[in-house]
């Protein structure tokens, strides 16, 4: 039974000083490390927020709208982001003290300019696959964990498209391996996830 750890952008931009910072984002790096370590995973895969510097979901890209408002794009309603994680910056680097040598694969995602991808699976507009989810059904996994930044977006979107796209995978949030950007955001994700058959457990039943 193949186990997969998916750590989500755990990146500068979305840890204190990067340009999306999640409060207190940096503190999911520790539990990243601890699980990675752990040697209960077959397979462990990071995703990495990749855009270029127009890309569509930044504010800056639309006269007159400003960080956080809504926006349109893709045709649908979007969030209105600062600049951040632009390809090649130190902002798209993955956090310092994250063991990436331990990475199995790494999925970049959000490099279509026109459509934003919060999920490591596919484009918000589930047009475009990233080919994740071929890549798990090929090592044929059968449990995936999900742990990083920010919860209540790309964990969200990433945990709701494994739950969608994989039947035959069993699939779970590590819940203090998340931290999310609006608190609200975060308890309507915990209970939509549980709602989708998501399980939500704590890295300490993994390795304490
Ligand atoms: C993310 C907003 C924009 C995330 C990425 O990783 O949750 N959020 N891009
Ligand atoms: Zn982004």
Known sequence: MTKALL????????????????????A????ANRLMRSEYYDLIIASQDWHPADHGSFASQHPGKHPFEMGVLAGQ?????????VQGTDDAKF????????????????ENRTV?????????????????????????VADLDIMGLATDY????????ARDMLPNVTVRLIADGC??????????????????GVEIIDSGAIAP
Request: charged letters at 25%; a negative charge; glycine letters at 12%.
């Open 7 to 26: 750590l989500i952008d755990i990146q500068n931009g979305f840890c204190p000083g990067g340009n999306l910072p999640v409060a207190d984002g940096d």
């Open 28 to 31: 999911v790096v520790p539990v």
């Open 77 to 85: 309603q979007q969030m209105m982001w600062p600049d951040h994680c």
């Open 95 to 110: 956090h310092p003290d994250l063991e990436t040598k331990l990475f199995d694969y790494v999925q970049k995602k959000g």
């Open 116 to 140: 934003d991808s919060y999920s490591a699976f596919r484009d918000n507009d589930r047009a475009a696959l990233t080919g994740l989810g071929q890549y798990l059904v090929g090592k044929g």
């Open 154 to 161: 790309c964990v969200r979107f990433s945990a709701l498209d």
């Open 179 to 196: 931290r999310g950007i609006d608190p609200q955001g975060v308890v309507q994700t915990l209970a939509d996830l549980r709602e989708a």
